[in-house]
């Protein structure tokens, strides 16, 4: 049995969830979401999970008072992340994995997973239902535009592409884009 496997009947058996191949499936897959390419215990802490415990430490993942932290044992990891599923904020995942509810039927747990951060762009078969964080056509446009400026900006810093706009007009590119997608952002 790998390290993988004795942390996700961990956290199975201490939300008190059966360790049966739905709930496995669906625990590699959002493991997956959350840690690849990067190998799934590299941080003893495959959902990524922010839950500080006695002997973690803050991983730089997602600087701030809420970074990804990474635990010295599996065991604390798998503590931390019952903590996490059961601190109210999860009750549908909660309840899925309870019943052993296969990834491909929790599409009424996109605002929850979104909430967690991975979203649930992992999930089987899942369209998006509503508008928890489903990008518009203009906001995805926006994102994709912003991501040619930043390398566009990136190669030219870098020395890659010498001709083409100037750094100004660049870094003004990456700050207006920047500003409009922050604007909707907080528009929501």
Known sequence: MTTWNNWADGVLSGIGAPINAANIDTLMRWSNAE??????MRWNNPLNTTQKMSGSWNTGAQPGPHDVQGYPTVAISIQATVI?????????????????????????????????????????QSP????????????????????????????????????GPSVDEQ??????????IKAKVESM
């Not at 996490?84 to 904020?89: A, H, I, R, S, V």
């Not at 003004?172 to 920047?178: G, I, S």
Request: aromatic share 12%; hydrophobic share 40%; proline share 8%.
């Open 84 to 124: 996490t599923l059961t601190n109210g904020f999860y009750p549908t995942i909660l309840t899925h994995l309870r019943n052993g509810v296969p990834a491909n039927q929790w599409s009424d747990c996109h605002a929850e997973l979104s909430r967690w951060g991975t979203g649930y762009h992992w999930l089987p």
């Open 171 to 180: 870094v003004k590119r990456l700050v207006d884009d920047v500003g409009a």
């Open 35 to 40: 840690t690849a390419p990067f190998p799934l």
């Open 128 to 163: 998006p239902t509503g508008d928890d964080d489903v990008l518009t056509p203009e906001e995805s446009a926006a994102l994709k535009q912003l991501a040619a400026n930043f390398d566009a900006f990136y190669a030219f810093m870098s020395g890659k592409h010498l001709s």
